[in-house]
T-cell receptor, first 116, second 110 residues
Framework: ETGVTQTPRHLVMGMTNKKSLKCEQH?????MYWYKQSAKKPLELMFV???????ENNSVPSRFSPECPNSSHLFLHLHTLQPEDSALYLC???????????????FGPGTRLTVL | QKEVEQNSGPLSVPEGAIASLNCTYS??????FFWYRQYSGKSPELIMF????GDKEDGRFTAQLNKASQYVSLLIRDSQPSDSATYLC??????????FGTGTSLTVIP
């Protein structure tokens, strides 16, 4: 496997279900991200993990819960979602070399989530 | 509120022409600027990044940055039908905080 992988690629769930999205990066990067992409809206940064520590949480509802067990794996746990949460969820990774250095992100293929 | 603005298009150019994509940003502290290409149903793919004022060229692509005007652009020379996609402008202010525009849809007509 190369690059950034995500599973599942498609997910349909009811509002009472609990599911998890998985992301794995094979690039040796030390930062990982979750984004939400909805139609006609900019990519929304949800969570950032830098060296396995969460550094950003952009006011995301608690029904989304991230987990980063190591620098290569990132999960997004979902529970009691709403239909408006239906979107493409993208994982990305980057190599942060210094605190103020911003390095390009590489994206996974995404998980298309539909909440019924 | 940190904003990144792009004309949503669609922008149509004939094959072989130059496509010009523009992006403005609101935060003067922005440090890094990126252009991503996203095909329908696919994830964003990095095309160019630029950190300093001026031009940066990579093959048929040229990124232009003007921090005084808070403006970054992407030029695609000799446009090909395979360049038809949505182009996302992204800006990073500091750390790991990235802001994306809504994207410009480009169609290259054979």
């Amino acid at each position: 496997e190369t690059g950034v992988t995500q599973t599942p690629r498609h997910l349909v769930m009811g509002m009472t279900n609990k599911k998890s999205l998985k992301c794995e990066q094979h690039l040796g990067h030390n930062a990982m991200y979750w984004y939400k992409q909805s139609a006609k809206k900019p990519l929304e940064l949800m969570f950032v993990y830098n060296f396995k520590e969460q550094t950003e949480n952009n006011s995301v509802p608690s029904r989304f819960s991230p987990e980063c067990p190591n620098s290569s794996h990132l999960f997004l746990h979902l529970h009691t979602l709403q239909p408006e949460d239906s979107a493409l969820y993208l994982c990305a990774s980057s190599q942060v070399l210094a605190r103020t250095t911003n390095n390009e992100q590489f994206f996974g293929p995404g998980t298309r989530l539909t909440v019924l | 509120q940190k904003e990144v603005e792009q004309n949503s298009g669609p922008l149509s150019v004939p094959e072989g022409a130059i496509a010009s994509l523009n992006c403005t940003y609101s935060d003067r502290g922005s440090q890094s600027f990126f252009w991503y290409r996203q095909y329908s149903g696919k994830s964003p793919e990095l095309i160019m990044f630029i950190y300093s004022n001026g031009d940066k060229e990579d093959g048929r692509f040229t990124a232009q940055l003007n921090k005084a005007s808070q403006y970054v652009s992407l030029l695609i020379r000799d446009s090909q039908p395979s360049d038809s996609a949505t182009y996302l402008c992204a800006v990073s202010v500091h750390g790991n905080q990235f802001y994306f525009g809504t994207g410009t849809s480009l169609t290259v007509i054979p």
